[in-house]
């Protein structure tokens, strides 16, 4: 009797134990599925966890190329620069137009700007070929009137418009004869010799031989800071293209007289006048005549400036 109670017990444990053995085995065959499908779109098969892991593991390579759709964002992207065009468009005030003449200009243009600018009364003066402060105001009268934007420089658009309303200068309207200004009285040291003879009073240069006056033109002085100095001198040198070394001016056909004080041509004298001053030198409007006088006076000759 004992022998058989002894057999029973014994098989109740060897039971239990391969029973708890089967139940392990199941739980580690139902992980697997679980981890490799963790971080995919649940699947439709519910059944025992050994026919769902061939069907994850194989539907991974196949599911991440369709759920990723690169056909349909590349539209998307490209849509990108349509949208930034309108940035690109040009503005719509049009640019100004850029100046055919402008202060500063010198040229057989900007005369014939001043002559057609006086034949509608808009420049007063002879003109010079240089373009200065006083044809500047005429320009910008003349864009005022007719409704151009004031600039007081020339571009196209002026320059047509004033074609258009005036007649191709002549000859005499380019170069108008400039009258003859009477020489101021003599000082009594331009009577002898070979002189430039130089009067503040009426603001004339005589060139004056033997007591005879070859020519007269107008001339400007320095102002009161740099005033040009009185007295008897003599021509020390000649530079007919001279730029001031000090000023950096042009100073053409440029006598000089005391140190850096000299006769010479002035555009800007020609374009504004006696609202101007030198520095100093004996200033000459009239190209023409110092151009001239300039071929005749030589080194030594007498410039006697007083009043």
């Known amino acids: 009797m004992s022998t058989g109670r002894n057999r029973s017990r014994r098989r109740v444990p060897m039971v239990v134990a391969a029973a708890g053995a089967a139940l392990a085995m199941a739980v580690l065959a139902a992980c697997g599925p679980q981890d490799t499908g963790a971080d995919q779109m649940p699947s ?15 539907a991974a390579p196949t599911t991440a190329p369709g759920t990723s759709t690169p056909a349909t964002t590349a539209p998307t992207r490209t849509a990108a620069p349509t ?32 002559a057609r600018l006086g034949q509608l009364h808009l420049f007063s003066q002879n003109p010079t070929g240089y373009y200065g402060a006083v044809t500047e105001h005429a320009v910008s009268d003349f864009q005022e009137r007719h409704g151009l934007t004031s600039t007081g420089s020339v571009s196209q ?20 004869p ?36 070859q020519a007269t033109m ?11 100095r009185e007295g008897l001198f003599h021509v020390n040198s000649k530079s007919r293209d001279h730029v001031s070394t000090i000023y950096h001016t042009s100073m053409p056909f440029a006598m000089f007289f005391s140190g ?48």
């Open 83 to 114: 949208t930034a065009a309108p940035t690109t468009k040009a503005p719509t005030t049009p640019p100004v137009a850029p100046a055919v003449m402008t202060v500063g200009a010198t040229s057989s243009q900007v005369r014939e700007l001043q």
């Open 157 to 176: 658009n002026t320059w047509s418009r004033l074609r258009s309303l005036t007649h191709q200068p002549t000859h005499k309207e380019l170069y108008p």
């Open 44 to 58: 439709t098969t519910t059944s025992a966890a050994g026919t769902t892991a061939p069907a994850t593991t194989g």
């Open 260 to 307: 850096g004080q000299a006769v010479h041509y002035s555009s800007d004298f020609a374009a504004r006048g006696y609202a101007g001053a030198s520095h100093g030198c004996v200033n000459v409007r009239d190209k023409a005549a110092i151009t001239k006088l300039f071929d005749q006076v030589r080194v030594g000759d007498k410039v006697v400036v007083y009043w």
């Open 178 to 213: 400039v009258p003859a200004k009477p020489a101021g009285k003599l000082d009594p040291r331009c009577m002898t010799g070979r002189a430039l003879c130089v009067s503040k009073t009426s603001r004339t240069l005589s060139w004056v031989i033997d007591g005879k006056v």
């Open 218 to 228: 107008d001339v400007r002085f320095g102002s009161q800071y740099t005033p040009t």
